[in-house]
Every structure is written in C-alpha cells, then in structure tokens.
C-alpha cells in the first residue's frame, strides 16, 4: 500500500516524551484525537514541517518528507499541506482578498482546486 | 541671509553624511537585527553588548578607536590601501564609516524590537501557505515591521546630524569634506561669532523637535522603541 501516510516521531518536551507510529490512510479524513497535552498538535507541526523531532521518518504518499536516519528534512513551504491553526492566524497587513490570496498564489495553477479566479468585486 | 557659504556647506554635508548613513545602516542593521531578534545562538548576548556599545561609550572613545583602526598603521587602514582607496581618515568615507557604527544601536534596536513583535506564528502560517523563507521575509515581516523601520531611519538619521565628537576625532576639520553642523557651531563659538552660532543652534534644535515631534506623534501613543 503506498498510499498512505507514515509518521514515526520521537519528540523530547521537558515533561513528556511524544512517541508515535502513525500509518493513516492517504485519502479521506482522518481524526486525531485524545486529550488535552496528548501531543495531537505536536504531531500535526511535525507532519507540516513546524517542529523538529528529535528522530523522525515521515512518508506521504510515496513521498519522504522527513528522515533524520539520513538527515533529511524538506522545509515546511515545500510540504503540500493545509495548515487551519487553532487561534485566527490572518496576516493583519493584508486586507480579506489579499489573505485569501496569499496562499492561491503560492499554488502552482494546475493544482489549484475550487473556483479559478477569486471573485472580484 | 544670517547663514553664510560656509554654514550652507556644513548643513549641506550633514544631510548628505545622515542620509548616507541611515541608508547603509538599513542594509547592514536589517539582517543583524533579524539575526538577533531570532537567533537561539550563545553569540546573542555578545553581539547585542557590541552594537549597544555606542549608546554608553564617550564618542572620543570610538573615534579614538576608529581612528587607530582606519590609520595607515591600522588593520582597517592597511585594508583600503591595499584595495587602492586610500587613507580614510579626515576624509568623508571615514565620516561615513564612523557615523555608521556611533549610530548603529539606533538602528538596529527598533528593527530587533519589531522583528521580535511579529512572533513566529506569521512565519508558519506563511510557511503552510508555501511561501519560502525570503518569499515570507519580503511579503510578511518587511510589512509588519514598517513601523519599526520608520522609527529606525528617524533615529538613525536624527543621532548622526546630531553627531559631534566622533567626527572630531576621525573626520578632522575640513569645510566641505568632514566638517558638519554640530562642528561648524563648535568653529563659531571659538570665535565668538555669537550670531552665526545661534542661527546654527537653533536651526538644530528645531529641527531635532520637529524629528521627534514626528516619531512620537507618528507612533499615536505607542513607545517609541520599545
């Protein structure tokens, strides 16, 4: 099965260690959950690329995103995720559009999904 | 007309030395401040003493210093007669290379104090939407620090026309060269060309209140640096 995703992290915090084997379905939607200082924000930050761990291995879809067995490590802007944070993140310098805007910009045109062009108004 | 040839010369070559000066400092202060604004390096506390040097050091201090450094027997000096420049001192590129050190703090701590306000979550949220480290510096945190870089150029600016001492010691005295306002007033009370003084003076002291009527009337309430 290739078509999946494969997360293998080892993340030292002062008062707790996070230590997860993660082998999720590549499609549909998957739910993490547990309790409150579980480590499910943690986990998501290392899957984006936003937290170091101190040991490793993230594979999705076929793709090595993380490997520090080989030092691997692809920076955050080049891992193809959608990132919704827990707090309003807007970057406040930019008006509603120019948010919006932001991140289908960055987005090569043939991969970009929904309508094609923001609505002017 | 209260000011004479000499006068309009010195005013003439403080704001061409400021305007210098704040724009080399812009380039050179943005990536330190950057640097020290997120650096988790042990280098972080030396590095900060030594740009915030100038705001306790006596300017005679550096411009002994500079002027040691930048002579024909100093390294720096050695260095830009090797490159064919020359001997820097008394010259106005030795002026340049002073007033960008005497007035680096002023520079560099209101852009740290900005680059530290935006905090890292921009940086990830833009990161997520793939945006590259340059690509977030440009779009992201050069707009978010505006503020900080408006106070920056200000001070900057306002600390080198108000420089004296350090352009005494490296910059010497010559019209048109190295001898700026805060100097030429110097020069006039010497010789008790008391008139010509207080034109100079005041001149100065308007113009330093309305820089500052401007930085803290411009920031509605907020400190100015910090």
């Given at each position: 099965?290739?078509?999946?995703?494969?997360?293998?992290?080892?993340?030292?915090?002062?008062?707790?260690?996070?230590?997860?084997?993660?082998?999720?379905?590549?499609?549909?939607?998957?739910?993490?959950?547990?309790?409150?200082?579980?480590?499910?924000?943690?986990?998501?930050?290392?899957?984006?690329?936003?937290?170091?761990?101190?040991?490793?291995?993230?594979?999705?879809?076929?793709?090595?995103?993380?490997?520090?067995?080989?030092?691997?490590?692809?920076?955050?802007?080049?891992?193809?995720?959608?990132?919704?944070?827990?707090?309003?993140?807007?970057?406040?310098?930019?008006?509603?559009?120019?948010?919006?805007?932001?991140?289908?910009?960055?987005?090569?045109?043939?991969?970009?999904?929904?309508?094609?062009?923001?609505?002017?108004? | 007309?209260?000011?004479?040839?000499?006068?309009?010369?010195?005013?003439?070559?403080?704001?061409?030395?400021?305007?210098?000066?704040?724009?080399?400092?812009?380039?050179?202060?943005?990536?330190?401040?950057?640097?020290?604004?997120?650096?988790?390096?042990?280098?972080?506390?030396?590095?900060?003493?030594?740009?915030?040097?100038?705001?306790?050091?006596?300017?005679?201090?550096?411009?002994?210093?500079?002027?040691?450094?930048?002579?024909?027997?100093?390294?720096?000096?050695?260095?830009?007669?090797?490159?064919?420049?020359?001997?820097?001192?008394?010259?106005?590129?030795?002026?340049?290379?002073?007033?960008?050190?005497?007035?680096?703090?002023?520079?560099?701590?209101?852009?740290?104090?900005?680059?530290?306000?935006?905090?890292?979550?921009p940086l990830e949220v833009a990161a997520t939407l793939r945006a590259?480290?340059?690509?977030?510096?440009?779009?992201?945190?050069?707009?978010?620090?505006?503020?900080?870089?408006?106070?920056?150029?200000?001070?900057?600016?306002?600390?080198?026309?108000?420089?004296?001492?350090?352009?005494?010691?490296?910059?010497?005295?010559?019209?048109?060269?190295?001898?700026?306002?805060?100097?030429?007033?110097?020069?006039?009370?010497?010789?008790?060309?008391?008139?010509?003084?207080?034109?100079?003076?005041?001149?100065m002291l308007v113009f330093s209140f309305l820089v500052l009527l401007?930085?803290?009337?411009?920031?509605?309430?907020?400190?100015?640096?910090?």
């Amino acid at each position: 099965m290739t078509a999946s995703i494969v997360a293998r992290l080892n993340l030292a915090r002062d008062d707790f260690t996070l230590d997860v084997d993660l082998h999720l379905p590549g499609r549909g939607i998957s739910a993490l959950f547990g309790h409150s200082g579980s480590g499910k924000t943690s986990c998501l930050r290392c899957l984006a690329g936003l937290e170091r761990a101190a040991s490793a291995y993230i594979e999705v879809n076929g793709e090595v995103w993380e490997d520090t067995a080989r030092g691997y490590f692809q920076a955050p802007h080049l891992r193809p995720v959608g990132y919704v944070f827990q707090e309003a993140s807007l970057f406040p310098h930019l008006s509603v559009r120019g948010n919006l805007e932001f991140g289908w910009r960055r987005v090569a045109a043939a991969e970009r999904k929904g309508r094609q062009r923001l609505h002017r108004g | 007309m209260p000011l004479d040839a000499s006068d309009l010369g010195a005013i003439w070559l403080t704001i061409k030395l400021a305007s210098l000066t704040t724009l080399i400092l812009l380039i050179v202060g943005t990536p330190i401040a950057w640097w020290l604004a997120r650096t988790r390096s042990w280098l972080r506390g030396p590095v900060g003493a030594v740009v915030a040097l100038p705001l306790v050091l006596p300017p005679t201090v550096i411009g002994f210093y500079l002027l040691i450094a930048l002579g024909p027997h100093g390294w720096l000096g050695q260095a830009t007669q090797a490159l064919g420049l020359g001997s820097v001192v008394f010259s106005f590129s030795g002026l340049v290379i002073g007033s960008v050190i005497y007035s680096m703090p002023f520079v560099v701590q209101p852009l740290q104090n900005a680059f530290g306000a935006i905090g890292q979550r921009p940086l990830e949220v833009a990161a997520t939407l793939r945006a590259s480290p340059w690509d977030t510096f440009v779009h992201v945190v050069l707009p978010l620090a505006r503020p900080g870089f408006i106070t920056a150029s200000i001070l900057g600016f306002a600390h080198t026309v108000g420089e004296f001492g350090v352009v005494l010691m490296i910059g010497g005295n010559i019209p048109d060269k190295t001898r700026v306002v805060s100097v030429q007033i110097f020069d006039h009370v010497e010789a008790m060309e008391y008139a010509q003084a207080h034109w100079l003076a005041g001149a100065m002291l308007v113009f330093s209140f309305l820089v500052l009527l401007l930085l803290y009337a411009g920031r509605r309430g907020k400190a100015a640096w910090s």
